[in-house]
C-alpha cells in the first residue's frame, strides 16, 4: 500500500489567502503581491504534505476561488459578460465569481450552488449559443512545473468532464451528446499537453458518477471517455470518485482503461459490495477512500483494517491498493496544533487535515503489520466518550406525533397574524443579519482579550440595534430585524450558549471564496441552559410598533453546519437541538416577538445524493425535527424560515410540510428558476424569493428589482409574496447594503401600485 491526498485545503492556516485577496479587491496590494502571497501558502502545503510521506500529492487543488470556475476559465467556459471586460484575466475570474460594478461594466455573478452534500459552494459554469469547448488556460500545468521546481512530483488533479456538464447551467438547451466530442477534445488537449511535461498521473474527479444514473447518462460518460483514454500516451489516469458509491456504472467503469480507481469507503455504502459482487481489475490500482474527509474525528485503524481487509477478501484481483482521503481534505480545518483553546482530553479525539496525513501513513503501517500503532490507536475506543444525559434522552423517547404537528392549519392561521401584523401587500424584509462592520468585530475582540467588561460590550451592541432599528423604520421597512450585531456566527453563535459543543480558536473551514466558517464541535448531549437570542430580541422591538423578527438558527443547520458526533445518530442529535430551540422559540413568543425566523439555510446539505434515500434516511426526520422547534406557538404568531444556495426544486414538497409560515429562498442568482416548481407543486407557504444577490459588490438598481418583482408575480400571486434580499447582509459593507435596501423598497412600493 502507498498514500493518497485528493486534495488540501487552500485558504492557509491562519487564512492567509482570504486576507490577502480581500486587500487586492480593496487595492491594497496588486496582482504580483497576491500570486506570491498564493505560490507561498502552495509551496507549504506541498511540504507538509511530502513531509509526512504521502506519495500521491496533488496539484492543481489549489485556488483563487473554486476549482470548478478554474476548470471553466482553463476550458474557455467564460460567459461573454465576463470575456468582453476590460479587465486582467484575473479580474476577469474574480467578477465571474463575485460579480462587478465599475468602470469596465456592471455585471452579476454566476450562480452559485452547495457542493454536493457539503456546505462548500461551487460557482456554476454556464454554457451559451457560442461556447467552445478548448484549452485556453495554464494554471494546471503551472502548479504542476511549479511543484517539480520543488522537488515534488505531483498529481495534477481537475475537475473530470462528465461532473463538469452535469453540473453546468446548459442556459441554450443543447443536448450533452451534442457537447460530449467537444468536452473530451478540450480534455484530450490537457492530457496531451501533460503528456508532453512527463506527468506520471492525472487525477480526474468525477464526484457526479455517485449521484442516480441512467442509461443515457451512463452512455454520455461512455464516450467521452473512450476518445480520452486512447489519447492518454504515458500518463496514468486516475478516475477519482467521492461522497458516495458508483454502483450504477461501477462495471462499465471497470471495463474503461483508467490505471486507477478512487472509491470512497466512508459515505460509499455499496463500494465493498460493489467490489464483492462484481470484482476488479488486477490491472488497476485502488485508491481507496478510508480516512473521512469531511469530519474531524480520529480514524479507528481498526474499523479502517477491516475495510482494507475485507477489500482483499473479496476480490482476488485487487493486487495494489493506495490508501486514501474518502474526499478532498478542503472540508476539514488545517490542524489542530493551531489549537490552545481546546482541553487536551478533548484533542486527542481530533484529526484535523494535517494529522489525517499521519493517519494515512500510520494505516499503511498498520496494514503492513504494525501493532504498535494499532494498539495506541486502539486506546481512544475502548471506553465511551460521553456520559449520556438520561433526562434529554428521555424527553426524546416521550415524543409522540402530536409533538410534531402545530394547530390550527397554516391557512387558518393567516387571518390571525395578518391581523395582528396590518402589513401591506408585497411587505419587505431583510433576511437577518446587517453588515458586521469593523467596530463590531473590533467590540467582539476587546472583550475577548478583556480590554472590556460585559456590559460595556452589551452597551455598544444595543447602540448598534437601535440605530439599524432607526435605520430601518426611516427606511420604510415592514419588518424589522435587530441586525445580530451579537453573534460572530449564525451556529457559532448559538453553539456557545448551548450545553454540548467544543469550539476552536483557529479551525476555519473554506465555505466559498473568501468566506469561511468555524464549525463548532458536538462533542455531548445538547440543550438549552440559558436564553439564547431574547434579551436582544426583546430590546429592539421596544425601540418600534414595527414587528421585529426574532433570528434564530433551525436545528438541521446547526448540526449540518457542525461537526457532528459519530457515537449517536444525527436524527437523535437533531432531536436534541431541536428541543433546544423550541423552548427558546416560547420565550420569544411570551416575550411579545410576532415574528420568529427559525432559518434552515443547510437543509439540502446532508440530503443523501440518491433519491432512494432521502425519506428512510433523512427527510422523515429532518422535516419533523423543525416542525417540533415551531408545534407550540399560538395561531398568531408568524414562523418564516430561510434557505440559500441549494437545488430545492425536487424537494419543493418536502419544505411546503415544514409547515412554515413564510420561506425565503436565495433565487436571484439562479434566475428565479424555483419559481416555476412553487407553481407546478402549488407552493401553499408565503415565499420571499431574494430579489437580489447579496454576495456580489455591487448594487443593483430600483429597476433592477423592479423586474425581479415583476416576473415573481408572474408565477405567484401577490398576496403570497414577500421582498427581500436572498440573503444576510454580514458579509456586505454599510454602504452597499443600505443602498441596496433603499432601491429594494422603492421596488417594492412601485410594485404595490399594480397590484
Not at 101 to 117: E, I, R
Not at 248 to 261: A, H
Not at 452 to 469: R, S, T, W
Not at 575 to 591: G, S, W
Request: aromatic share 10%; proline share 5%; charged share 25%.
Amino acid at each position: 500500500m502507498t498514500t493518497a491526498v485528493i486534495g488540501y485545503p487552500r485558504i492557509g492556516a491562519e487564512r492567509q489567502l482570504k486576507f490577502a485577496t480581500q486587500r487586492y479587491w480593496a487595492g491594497d496590494i496588486d496582482q504580483t503581491k497576491l500570486e506570491q502571497i498564493a505560490k507561498e501558502l502552495r509551496k507549504e502545503n506541498l511540504e507538509t504534505q511530502k513531509r509526512a510521506g504521502i506519495d500521491f500529492i496533488p496539484s492543481n487543488d489549489f485556488s483563487f476561488y473554486d476549482q470548478v470556475l478554474d476548470a471553466a476559465f482553463l476550458l474557455n467556459v467564460i460567459p461573454k459578460r465576463y470575456a468582453q471586460l476590460d479587465l486582467s484575466d484575473l479580474d476577469k475570474y474574480f467578477a465571474a465569481a463575485r460579480g462587478y460594478q465599475g468602470k469596465a461594466g456592471d455585471v452579476a455573478a454566476l450562480a452559485m450552488k452547495k457542493w454536493f452534500n457539503t456546505n462548500y459552494h461551487y460557482l456554476v459554469p454556464q454554457l451559451e449559443a457560442e461556447t467552445e469547448f478548448k484549452l485556453v488556460g495554464t494554471k494546471i500545468f503551472d502548479e504542476y512545473l511549479e511543484a517539480k521546481q520543488w522537488g515534488i512530483e505531483t498529481v495534477p488533479t481537475l475537475i473530470g468532464p462528465y461532473t463538469f456538464l452535469t453540473l453546468a447551467n446548459n442556459k441554450f438547451y443543447r443536448p450533452d451528446t451534442e457537447l460530449a466530442p467537444a468536452i473530451a477534445n478540450a480534455y484530450i488537449e490537457v492530457l496531451t499537453k501533460l503528456n508532453d511535461l512527463g506527468v506520471k498521473w492525472f487525477s480526474l474527479q468525477e464526484p457526479a458518477l455517485v449521484l442516480d444514473m441512467s442509461e443515457a447518462q451512463i452512455a454520455l460518460f461512455e464516450s467521452i471517455y473512450k476518445p480520452l483514454l486512447e489519447k492518454k500516451n504515458k500518463v496514468k489516469v486516475l478516475l477519482q470518485t467521492y461522497f458516495g458509491d458508483i454502483r450504477d456504472i461501477y462495471p462499465k467503469v471497470l471495463n474503461q482503461d483508467f490505471d486507477g480507481i478512487g472509491l470512497d469507503f466512508v459515505e460509499g455504502t455499496k463500494s465493498l459490495d460493489m467490489i464483492s459482487l462484481q470484482g476488479f481489475d488486477k490491472k488497476k490500482t485502488l485508491f481507496a477512500g478510508i480516512v473521512n474527509g469531511k469530519n474531524i474525528w480520529r480514524n479507528n485503524y481498526k474499523a479502517s483494517l477491516e475495510i482494507l481487509k475485507k477489500i482483499q477478501e473479496f476480490s482476488k484481483d485487487v493486487e495494489n491498493i493506495v490508501v486514501s482521503g474518502s474526499c478532498s481534505f478542503l472540508h476539514v480545518p488545517y490542524t489542530i496544533k493551531n489549537e490552545n483553546k481546546i482541553l487536551p482530553e478533548f484533542v486527542k479525539y481530533f484529526s484535523f487535515a494535517q494529522e489525517k496525513l499521519t493517519e494515512l501513513v500510520q494505516l499503511d503501517k498498520v496494514f503492513k503489520g504494525d501493532q504498535d500503532l494499532l494498539a495506541q490507536n486502539q486506546k481512544l475506543f475502548s471506553a465511551p466518550r460521553v456520559v449520556k444525559d438520561e433526562q434529554i434522552k428521555t424527553k426524546i423517547d416521550s415524543l409522540t406525533p402530536q409533538d410534531f404537528i402545530r394547530v390550527p392549519t397554516r391557512e387558518e392561521r393567516i387571518k390571525p397574524q395578518a391581523d395582528v401584523l396590518n402589513l401591506p401587500i408585497l411587505p419587505t424584509t431583510t433576511i437577518g443579519s446587517f453588515p458586521q462592520t469593523a467596530d463590531v468585530k473590533e467590540n467582539r475582540t476587546a472583550l475577548k482579550r478583556g480590554e472590556i467588561n460585559k456590559q460595556e460590550y452589551d452597551a455598544f451592541n444595543y447602540k448598534k440595534i437601535k440605530e439599524c432599528i432607526q435605520w430601518q423604520e426611516k427606511n420604510g421597512l415592514d419588518v424589522l430585524v435587530h441586525g445580530e450585531f451579537e453573534r460572530n456566527d449564525m451556529v457559532e453563535y448559538f453553539g456557545e450558549k448551548l450545553a454540548g459543543f467544543i469550539f476552536t480558536k483557529n479551525a476555519w473551514v473554506q465555505s466559498y471564496g473568501t468566506r469561511c466558517v468555524k464549525p463548532p464541535i458536538i462533542w455531548g448531549d445538547v440543550k438549552r441552559t440559558v436564553p439564547l437570542t431574547l434579551d436582544e430580541s426583546k430590546y429592539a422591538q421596544s425601540l418600534t410598533t414595527k414587528p421585529v423578527k426574532g433570528m434564530l438558527t433551525g436545528p438541521v443547520t446547526i448540526l449540518n453546519w457542525s461537526f457532528p458526533r459519530e457515537d449517536i445518530s444525527v436524527k437523535e442529535s437533531t432531536y436534541q437541538i431541536a428541543l433546544a430551540i423550541a423552548e427558546e422559540v416560547l420565550a420569544l413568543e411570551a416575550a411579545g416577538i410576532k415574528v420568529i425566523q427559525i432559518d434552515e439555510a443547510a437543509l439540502r446539505e446532508k440530503l443523501p445524493l440518491r433519491k432512494s434515500d432521502w425519506n428512510s434516511q433523512y427527510l422523515d426526520w429532518a422535516i419533523p425535527a423543525f416542525r417540533l422547534v415551531h408545534a407550540k406557538v399560538k395561531p398568531e404568531t408568524q414562523i418564516h424560515t430561510h434557505m440559500c444556495y441549494s437545488e430545492f426544486n425536487d424537494i419543493i414538497a418536502a419544505i411546503d410540510d415544514m409547515d412554515a409560515d413564510v420561506i425565503s429562498f436565495e433565487a436571484s442568482r439562479s434566475d428565479l428558476r424555483i419559481l416555476d416548481y412553487l407553481k407546478l407543486h402549488n407552493f401553499q407557504t408565503q415565499v420571499g424569493p431574494g430579489v437580489y444577490d447579496i454576495h456580489s459588490p455591487r448594487v443593483p438598481s430600483m429597476e433592477e428589482m423592479y423586474r425581479t418583482i415583476e416576473a415573481i408575480l408572474k408565477k405567484i400571486p401577490a398576496k403570497k409574496v414577500w421582498v427581500n434580499p436572498d440573503c444576510g447582509l454580514k458579509t456586505r459593507d454599510t454602504k452597499e447594503a443600505e443602498a441596496s435596501l433603499i432601491n429594494m423598497v422603492a421596488a417594492a412600493k412601485k410594485a404595490r401600485e399594480s397590484c
